[in-house]
């Protein structure tokens, strides 16, 4: 079975700090990985999404995050961030029919 | 717009009511999702649609969980003999395909039993 961990619930941050946010995956079968935003009282929007290839993935909004096998990982940084980057960001692992999320961490930048 | 659209936003029901949701998706998309996603967690998902097939259903919790999707566009999820832990916010996603195709969300129903 696969499954998705976010380490951390709550991040706070001060305006242009760096800023990861982690995630370990565990799965036995190919993996797609995706990184969604959530602001409140609205749905998710996709950041960036891992599926092949090079595995350091950019997204929207500045961010990236590096794929990494060896530690079953797929961490979200960016460099500098936002007043407006206030929110709650999801990870997740994609199979054929359904996403499977984490429980999701809470980014506060604070001024 | 061109987003995934559900209705309505928001829905107070009382105990032992039934209700329905209500997902528009892209249009052209093929693979509708419903999700559930309580205060505070990720969303987990419910049910999977491709085209009108309901192919996958093993994430809903009860057999008053039902969704349908008769025309391969807009879907709904009813809910029978609600419950108070049925109170969540409802999420539909549609995406081109399955598999590594992201899917797109839409803003959710918040339901509330009392």
């Known amino acids: 079975a696969q499954s998705v961990t976010q380490l951390d619930s709550q991040v706070p941050v001060f305006e242009e700090a760096p800023v990861e946010l982690r995630c370990n995956y565990s799965?036995?079968?190919?993996?797609?990985l995706f990184w969604y935003v959530q602001y409140p009282n609205q749905g998710l929007q996709l950041l960036l999404k891992?599926?092949?290839?090079?595995?350091l993935v950019k997204g929207i909004n500045g961010f990236e995050a590096e794929f990494n096998k060896s530690q079953t990982s797929f961490h979200l940084r960016k460099p500098s961030v936002h007043i407006s980057d206030t929110a709650e960001y999801f990870c997740a692992f994609g199979s054929a029919r359904q996403l499977t999320f984490g429980s999701g961490t809470q980014l506060t930048v604070l001024p | 717009g061109a987003g995934v659209s559900q209705s309505p936003r928001y829905k107070v029901a009382k105990r032992g009511q039934d209700v329905a949701l209500r997902c528009d998706p892209i249009?052209?998309?093929?693979?509708l999702f419903w999700y559930q996603q309580a205060l505070g967690q990720g969303p987990e998902f419910l049910t999977y649609f491709q085209n009108e097939a309901q192919l996958d259903k093993s994430g809903l919790p009860s057999d008053r969980f039902f969704a349908e999707r008769p025309e391969g566009s807009v879907s709904t999820l009813k809910i029978q003999r609600t419950q108070q832990e049925d109170s969540a916010v409802y999420l539909c996603a549609s995406s081109l395909g399955q598999g590594n195709q992201p899917q797109h969300f839409g803003d959710g129903t918040r339901l509330s039993i009392l």
């Open positions: 799965s036995s079968v190919s993996v797609y």
């Open positions: 891992y599926l092949s290839g090079s595995t």
């Open positions: 249009s052209g998309h093929v693979s």
